[in-house]
């Protein structure tokens, strides 16, 4: 077998025929490079079409990258992964959040069925008023244990909303003060998330949310709390009653966390039937990502087209950007997935790696960001691969123009960027020149709902393990944030020795 170094070097030195050139050479080439993962049958069928054809990855690449996939052990440590062997090697863990959705281990598939279904129980039981009037939910959370609720609420509950949710991560008190004014505290419940139940923004906000209770009049502020921990004992410890702490294992990151009761704002404010659904959704990318291997497999097609614009062309972004408003925050979803588990610069062994790891992943919404930096997308002196999100059908009642123009946009953008051309009358105004040759993938949903959602995470979560696994390196830890919240505790505790810069600016603010 090539070592990976040599793939690398045949990689970097392949020939780099320009987007035009590819598709002129061949006629197959949107059906080579277009395919679809599906789900679900009759009525609950659905899927999404996931087309890479605009990107530059044509045979000799793909061919390069299996063999790449092959020399790092790609499917010995998918296995691994989703049999729930340590993969992450720092932490001395598993990665079980495909256990979560019904892939895994048969133990631990076996102890997230029970946990669903007690959290089920608590969330039919609120819905049925066994706490009485619920018409608010105020979720304290921070990174994962926020970011995936936040998302799922705001792309599923405008069709429907059992319970008003508001999810507060930010320690800045004017995030929570905007929850209180509009939350009614007689019918508010409380959800703290936190792995470790110590999280100390986490943890201030719950005090500062059962003050407010209290302040307010409810006789019972704990009594009010759902905790969603993997620390239960530090729950109880804190006043939460053991009927309202949902557990989740140790194995379930954060990042990856919520198909577990991390998901319980969900399963509350839109239902367990959607919540469920999601789970159905990642289930069928679970199945798609285990069952397929080589280019076939979309999760790694997505990782090889990633490599090659990272390690090869030196792109440092990628850019998302999704022609839907219900996926606005999508965008912000990924970059913690993506720049959390892959922002490394050694490998699972400790060794620096021997090339770029992660871009920055960032994006917006279409059609706003045509309006805002789409400038620099198609004229700028970088090049940004773009992946384009869709749905075939649309989220709103009103004049079905509203949606076709959407997607002409959306694909229209795609097809600007790769064919390039100048706009001036003469064709020779440079600046109303477009260079083109600038790459973009699309995924087109049949549809945006719970199952399509669940299926747009999971996929991003094994392109996201693909990556790491070609760079040789841990998704799963991330102690990166570590160093600084060190330096905050010891500013809080009176210690530390710190730069003549931060000395000033802590006097200045009256903290020093």
């Known amino acids: 077998m090539t070592d990976s170094a040599a793939i690398w070097t045949a990689i970097e030195n392949a020939p780099r025929p320009t987007l035009e050139d590819l598709f002129a050479a061949d006629a197959d080439r949107v059906a080579c490079l277009s395919a679809r993962i599906e789900w679900g049958e009759d009525e609950f069928a659905g899927g999404m079409l996931l087309d890479w054809s605009k990107t530059h990855l044509n045979d000799t690449l793909l061919s390069a990258f299996e063999e790449l996939a092959d020399t790092c052990g790609f499917a010995s440590k998918r296995a691994a992964l989703l049999d729930g062997e340590r993969v992450n090697v720092t932490e001395g863990r598993a990665a079980e959040h495909t256990a979560q959705r019904g892939v895994g281990s048969d133990a631990s598939v076996e102890e997230a069925a029970a946990l669903h279904a007690r959290m089920q129980m608590l969330v039919e039981a609120i819905h049925g008023g066994a706490l009485g009037e619920i018409s608010h939910l105020i979720h304290i959370g921070i990174g994962g244990s926020a970011l995936g609720p936040k998302l799922a609420i705001s792309a599923l509950s405008r069709d429907l909303s059992l319970v008003d949710?508001?999810?507060?991560?930010?320690?800045?008190?004017?995030?929570?003060?905007?929850?209180?004014?509009?939350?009614?505290?007689?019918?508010?419940?409380?959800?703290?998330?936190?792995?470790?139940?110590?999280?100390?923004?986490?943890?201030?906000?719950?005090?500062?949310?059962?003050?407010?209770?209290?302040?307010?009049?409810?006789?019972?502020?704990?009594?009010?709390?759902?905790?969603?921990?993997?620390?239960?004992?530090?729950?109880?410890?804190?006043?939460?009653?053991?009927?309202?702490?949902?557990?989740?294992?140790?194995?379930?990151?954060?990042?990856?966390?919520?198909?577990?009761?991390?998901?319980?704002?969900?399963?509350?404010?839109?239902?367990?039937?959607?919540?469920?659904?999601?789970?159905?959704?990642?289930?069928?990318?679970?199945?798609?990502?285990?069952?397929?291997?080589?280019?076939?497999?979309?999760?790694?097609?997505?990782?090889?087209?990633?490599?090659?614009?990272?390690?090869?062309?030196?792109?440092?972004?990628?850019?998302?950007?999704?022609?839907?408003?219900?996926?606005?925050?999508?965008?912000?979803?990924?970059?913690?997935?993506?720049?959390?588990?892959?922002?490394?610069?050694?490998?699972?062994?400790?060794?620096?790696?021997?090339?770029?790891?992660?871009?920055?992943?960032?994006?917006?919404?279409?059609?706003?960001?045509?309006?805002?930096?789409?400038?620099?997308?198609?004229?700028?002196?970088?090049?940004?691969?773009?992946?384009?999100?869709?749905?075939?059908?649309?989220?709103?009642?009103?004049?079905?123009?509203?949606?076709?123009?959407?997607?002409?946009?959306?694909?229209?953008?795609?097809a600007a960027l790769m064919a390039g051309g100048n706009m001036a009358a003469d064709g020779k105004d440079p600046a109303r020149a477009f260079p083109g040759n600038r790459p973009s993938a699309t995924i087109l949903c049949d549809d945006l709902d719970a199952v399509t959602l669940g299926a747009l995470i999971a996929f991003h979560e094994h392109r996201t393990f693909a990556n790491a696994v070609l760079m040789g390196i841990n998704p799963f830890d991330q102690f990166g944030v570590e160093l600084g919240k060190k330096m905050a505790r010891d500013i809080e505790a009176g210690g530390g020795d710190f730069d003549a810069s931060t000395k000033a600016l802590l006097d200045a603010a009256g903290l020093g």
């Open 165 to 414: 949710v508001h999810v507060v991560s930010n320690i800045d008190g004017v995030a929570l003060e905007d929850a209180f004014a509009a939350c009614d505290p007689a019918t508010t419940l409380i959800a703290v998330a936190s792995k470790t139940f110590t999280t100390i923004e986490t943890m201030t906000n719950a005090e500062s949310a059962l003050k407010w209770l209290r302040d307010n009049g409810v006789d019972d502020p704990s009594g009010r709390v759902i905790a969603l921990t993997a620390s239960p004992e530090k729950a109880v410890e804190w006043g939460v009653d053991e009927t309202r702490v949902l557990p989740f294992p140790e194995s379930v990151g954060g990042r990856y966390s919520l198909w577990s009761s991390i998901g319980f704002p969900v399963a509350l404010g839109v239902g367990w039937d959607d919540f469920e659904a999601m789970l159905a959704g990642a289930q069928a990318v679970d199945e798609h990502f285990r069952d397929t291997d080589g280019r076939a497999n979309l999760c790694l097609r997505a990782a090889f087209a990633d490599q090659f614009y990272t390690r090869v062309l030196g792109c440092q972004t990628r850019a998302v950007f999704a022609y839907d408003e219900r996926l606005a925050l999508f965008p912000d979803y990924l970059q913690q997935l993506e720049m959390e588990s892959n922002g490394k610069r050694v490998t699972a062994e400790g060794k620096p790696v021997s090339g770029p790891t992660a871009p920055i992943t960032w994006g917006g919404v279409g059609t706003d960001a045509q309006h805002a930096v789409f400038q620099l997308l198609h004229q700028g002196t970088v090049t940004v691969p773009i992946d384009f999100i869709a749905s075939i059908a649309p989220g709103d009642q009103l004049d079905p123009a509203h949606h076709s123009i959407l997607l002409t946009n959306c694909f229209a953008q795609g």
